[in-house]
Nanobody, 128 residues
């Protein structure tokens, strides 16, 4: 069974930084075929794809986080990261990691519901 575990969430002040990590186990990662990323969910807001990375060598970001967030993947350790800088109040949400062994519309079209494996999420709270 595939298990996806996120970590790194915390409560921070506006302008602060966090580094989220995602570890997926129970499957064999293929560096030539994957779609991974982060989506977030906050009360009263729509689910949103934050950032994606796939085996085509492409990354994508929501307009709201461009220039502030960076997604990266350590293929050797099968660990996905999201570096979050200059955090804003509106970044408050539970952040979930999504893992797939195929390039899906989660990466191609930023569909936040086209996910195969995902974790329980890690809470990021930005407040003054």
């Amino acid at each position: 069974q595939v298990h996806v575990t996120e970590s790194g969430g915390d409560s921070v002040q506006p302008g602060g930084s966090l580094r989220l990590s995602c570890v997926a186990s129970g499957y064999t990662h293929n560096p030539n075929s994957y779609c991974m990323g982060w989506f977030r969910q906050a009360p009263g807001k729509s689910r949103e794809v934050v950032a994606t990375i796939n085996s085509d060598g492409r990354t994508s970001y929501a307009d709201s986080v461009k220039g502030r967030f960076t997604i990266s993947l350590d293929n050797a350790e099968n660990t996905l990261y999201l570096q979050m800088n200059s955090l804003k109040l509106e970044d408050t949400a539970k952040y979930h990691c999504s893992v797939d062994t195929y390039i899906t519309n989660f990466c191609h079209g930023r569909n936040p519901y086209d996910v195969r494996y995902w974790g329980q999420g890690t809470q990021v709270t930005v407040s003054s």
